[in-house]
Structures are given as structure tokens and as C-alpha cells.
């Protein structure tokens, strides 16, 4: 079975300013993905940044950017210059190569504060 | 090209009635997921299918639920007597395939489903 963990329900961060959010994933496979998806108050699921498992580099979006840790099995979120509209629900979320679902973590509420 | 499109985004029923939701995956996507997000909490997987095929349903309750993707029209998810405890908002999404060949899934924007 895998599993993945949020351990921050909430998070505030100043507009402009970076936040990091945490995630921890446990799999036995050795090729998954993995992904953070952004949920509004619209409740739609945006995918936000993806990482393959197999990639050294971390992957990165525009003010968004990843610290993925294979060994540590830890892949967190950074947001550079927070906006207003990063305001959300946040969701990592873990996909087996050979599997047929995502595993999602339990969420942080990120609030941006003016 | 739209996204995936689910309805209807609310959806009220009596505790005892049936509620079916209804998932247009992406054109072009024939791999369908559903998922449920109680209150609060992340997205749980519930049932995997390709058209015509239920190939994954290890997250489906073994009672009163039940998934298709028939070959033309949309994937339809029915709880049957639904009960307080189905309140939740359920998630379509929809892929071009699995494992490698998998670029992420596009989600619906759910239906939340009340039972009073």
C-alpha cells in the first residue's frame, strides 16, 4: 500500500513572500510520479507541478518548484512571490507506474495574506 | 477542447433515494477515475474504468454503488438509498492513459451531493 502525508493542515504566508509546503510519500515501487494539485474555493483540481521519480532534477513551473527527496521519500512545494490567488487547498499526491490511481495526502489550507 | 465536464455540480437528494452523477471525460481521454473527498479531507480513490470495462474498483463500497462508461455517453457513478454518510464531492477525472504513458489526470470540478 501507499501512503502519503501532509503534516501541515494549515499554512499563512505575506503576499510576496515564499512558503513551503511538506509532503512525505511511502511506496515500495521504485518508478512512480508525483504531483501537487491546487484546490480552490471553485473546488476545481488544478495540477500544479509534476514529478517523475526517476528525475534527478527537480521540476519546477514558473514561481512554483519542487524539492523532491527520493531517498528521504519527501516532496515538498515551494511558491516563490506568493499571490492573493494562491489561496487555496493544496494536495500532494502519489501515482504508481504501474498503478491505476493517485494516492493524495490529506491537504494543507494555504491562506495569503495582503 | 474542454475539460472534463461533470454534472450536476450540486445535487440534493432524501436519505433512501438514488443519485446519479454524470462524468464527459476529456475528448480524445478513454480512461475515466472517480474519486470521493469527504469534508476536509484529500480525494479517495473509488473506481477505475475504460469504456465499456470496470478495471479497477478497489475503492467502490461493495454495496449500493456502482460505475459504468458505457461505449457512447458519459461515465455515470449511482449510489443507490443513499445515506448522510454518501454527503461528500465526488471527482471525475479522466487520463490518455496509465502508468508512463500517463502526462496527469484533468478533473472535474465535482458534484457535491447533499443527503438530508
Known amino acids: 500500500a501507499q501512503t502519503v502525508t501532509q503534516s501541515q493542515p494549515e499554512m499563512s504566508v505575506q503576499e510576496a513572500e515564499t512558503v513551503t509546503l511538506s509532503c512525505t510519500y511511502d511506496t515500495s515501487e521504485s518508478n512512480y510520479y508525483l504531483f501537487w494539485y491546487k484546490q480552490p474555493p471553485s473546488r476545481q483540481m488544478i495540477l500544479v507541478i509534476r514529478q517523475e521519480a526517476y528525475k534527478q532534477q527537480n521540476a519546477t513551473e514558473n514561481r512554483f518548484s519542487v524539492n523532491f527527496q527520493k531517498a528521504a521519500k519527501s516532496f515538498s512545494l515551494k511558491i516563490s512571490d506568493s499571490q492573493l490567488g494562491d489561496t487555496a487547498m493544496y494536495f500532494c499526491?502519489?501515482?504508481?507506474?504501474?498503478?491505476?490511481?493517485?494516492?493524495f495526502g490529506g491537504g494543507t489550507r494555504l491562506m495569503v495574506k495582503p | 477542447n474542454a475539460g472534463v465536464m461533470q454534472n450536476p455540480r450540486h445535487l440534493v437528494r432524501r436519505r433512501g433515494q438514488e443519485a446519479r452523477l454524470r462524468c464527459s471525460p476529456v475528448?480524445?481521454?478513454?480512461?475515466v477515475y472517480w474519486y470521493r473527498q469527504l469534508p476536509e479531507e484529500g480525494l479517495k480513490f473509488m473506481v477505475y474504468?475504460?469504456?465499456?470495462?470496470?478495471?479497477?474498483e478497489s475503492g467502490m463500497p461493495k454495496e449500493r454503488f456502482s460505475a459504468e462508461f458505457p461505449k457512447e455517453g458519459p461515465s455515470i457513478l449511482r449510489i443507490q438509498q443513499v445515506v448522510r454518510g454518501d454527503s461528500a464531492a465526488y471527482f471525475c477525472?479522466?487520463?490518455?492513459?496509465?502508468?508512463?504513458?500517463?502526462?496527469?489526470?484533468?478533473f472535474g470540478s465535482g458534484t457535491r451531493l447533499t443527503v438530508v
Open positions: 499526491a502519489l501515482h504508481n507506474n504501474a498503478g491505476n490511481m493517485l494516492t
Open positions: 477525472a479522466s487520463s490518455v492513459g496509465t502508468g508512463s504513458t500517463n502526462y496527469g489526470y484533468t
Open positions: 475528448k480524445g481521454h478513454s480512461h
Open positions: 474504468l475504460q469504456k465499456e470495462n470496470i478495471i479497477d
